[in-house]
């Protein structure tokens, strides 16, 4: 079959590799989409030699066509639209005993540790597939792990209807969360920091009520004025890696400042740097910072909420490649193109 395969560190190019087999409690997906995410261009650039081995096929987003199904395998049959939810847990680890598999000290992913969507046909265990009502166009598969992941940021964060909600980080993340919240989750007031023109004006499009671009602007100064001296309930970090002018602090600083007292920060971002953070300021809130990992049995509520046309993934996917221009297509997300948020692989045109 064909693939888009990383063979190094920056040389991802279209390949040939083994069609894989399923085993009984498998099912053989035709992958047709495929997400370009964030950590993918983490995994291209080098920073996951630990978990990725090459050559290997990324993709842990996306949807397709069942062309075979295993023996054991219920529910499902050769034909089925599915989407596929990547997290391989070890459900014997003390965070999965405790349900929190999202969390596995093993946790595996298809598509980083294992072979996934930017390969033309990929096993997928049963239980990780699940049904994409006809109403979702199959461009928007990749967009169930975006949503997921937005609604696993809200839960960590604990936001309730009514909160005042910051969002630092106007990219896929951040943009995602945002549409979710805006959506589903009836804020009183969204604020939206980036440094990018075309990601806040989208960000305003989807419906957040403040922008603030951090160029121009002290975030924290403006959340304070926004806030009328109180500070959000609740700031989410969508930033990863950051590059900081002058006088500016990294987001988890900034985030500390901004909240209200006894508030909350959810940190979502795979930034590798360290962050300062004023502590004192933190203890005197009694403020709390809480990380979220991947998503947690989100994704039939991304479906629904997809489904239902509540979302936006017209605004989000700004690109659709062939999977033969996979090259190109992982160039300009690491360029980080100010018009581009989500690229979408077609992985039937090869
Ligand atoms: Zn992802
Ligand atoms: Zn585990």
Do not use: W
């Amino acid at each position: 079959m064909k693939a888009g395969i990383l063979y190094n560190d920056r040389d991802i190019r279209l390949g040939e590799a083994p069609e894989p087999r399923i085993k009984p409690d498998e099912v053989l997906v035709e992958s047709s989409h495929a997400g370009i995410c964030g950590t993918d261009v983490h995994v291209y650039r080098g920073e996951f030699h630990s978990r990725v081995k090459f050559p290997a096929i990324q993709g842990h987003e996306f949807g397709g066509i069942i062309r075979e199904v295993g023996k054991d395998v219920q529910g499902f049959r050769v034909g089925d639209r599915v989407v596929v939810d990547p997290i391989i847990s070890c459900h014997s680890c003390p965070a999965c005993l405790t349900g929190r598999i999202n969390a596995c000290r093993t946790l595996k992913l298809l598509g980083i540790d294992l072979d996934g969507g930017f390969g033309q046909y990929v096993a997928v265990p049963v239980s990780h597939a699940l049904h994409l009502p006809d109403s979702v166009p199959m461009k928007y598969a990749p967009m169930v792990e975006m949503y997921g992941l937005g609604h696993h940021v809200l839960q960590r964060g604990q936001v309730q209807p009514g909160e005042t909600v910051a969002i630092l980080g106007a990219g896929k993340l951040g943009l995602s969360v945002l549409d979710v919240l805006c959506h589903s989750a009836s804020p009183a007031t969204t604020i939206v920091t980036d440094l990018q023109p075309f990601r806040l004006e989208t960000a305003r499009k989807l419906g957040a009520d403040y922008t603030i671009d951090i160029a121009q602007e002290d975030p924290v100064a403006r959340v304070i004025e926004i806030t009328q001296g109180v500070g959000v309930d609740c700031a989410i970090e969508c930033v990863g890696h950051y590059h900081l002018s002058d006088g500016q602090e990294a987001p988890l600083a900034q985030a500390v400042k901004m909240i209200r007292s006894a508030g909350r920060i959810v940190t979502a971002g795979l930034g590798e740097q360290l962050s300062a953070v004023h502590f004192k300021t933190l203890v005197l809130k009694e403020a709390q910072i809480i990380a979220s990992r991947v998503t947690l049995g989100e994704f039939p509520r991304a479906i629904r909420l997809l489904s239902k046309g509540l979302v936006h993934p017209e605004l989000l996917v700004t690109d659709q490649m062939p999977l033969r221009d996979v090259t190109a297509a992982f160039a300009k997300v690491d360029r980080d193109d100010p018009d581009t948020i989500k690229v979408v692989l077609d992985v039937q045109q090869v």
